[in-house]
């Protein structure tokens, strides 16, 4: 189970480097992922799920359409609905988008941060782990390390 074992590790990490959470689309095919993590607040994902906002986020929208990152403060242009500033709300102030497209896969991940930007070192040290997610040898995993791995994908979303 190294590789399960990896993957919760990456996602502790992203717990601690990330003080307003996560949200990982893993394996994107069409507009559903195969595995999504999220750590944002209930209240956050209660209002973004009710108001349908995954399909008018700046983010998602900008990781569809591009690979590598952006800073939130970098994507007001492209948020005609308001979104940031009713996550900044709920506390996602400051965050980055990181979207890569490998091996015919397309994974996109926003990390938030309440307190201030992230720094240069910190974006590419989430991006490093991000890229470590989505490279990771998923279709090697025996059916029971696959049940592991969505169970993980409920016990990483905070409730």
Not at 85 to 110: C, E, H, R, V, W
Not at 123 to 130: D, G, L
């Amino acid at each position: 189970m190294k590789n399960n074992t990896n993957i919760t590790d990456s996602l502790t990490q992203l717990d601690e480097l990330c003080s307003s959470g996560y949200a990982i689309a893993l394996h994107i095919s069409f507009t559903t992922p195969r595995f999504l993590f999220q750590s944002y607040s209930k209240d956050w994902m209660e209002v973004y799920s009710q108001e349908g906002l995954v399909l008018k986020d700046p983010t998602v929208l900008w990781g569809f359409s591009n690979t590598g990152f952006a800073n939130w403060s970098d994507l007001k242009d492209i948020d005609d609905s308001g979104i940031l500033p009713m996550a900044a709300k709920f506390g996602l102030k400051y965050g980055f988008t990181y979207s890569t497209d490998q091996n015919s896969s397309k994974t996109i991940a926003s990390f938030a941060r309440s307190d201030r930007e992230f720094s240069d070192s910190e974006v590419a040290e989430i991006s490093e782990i991000s890229l470590n997610l989505h490279t990771a040898n998923i279709e090697e995993f025996s059916a029971a390390d696959m049940g592991q791995l969505k169970a993980m994908s409920v016990q990483f979303t905070r409730g």
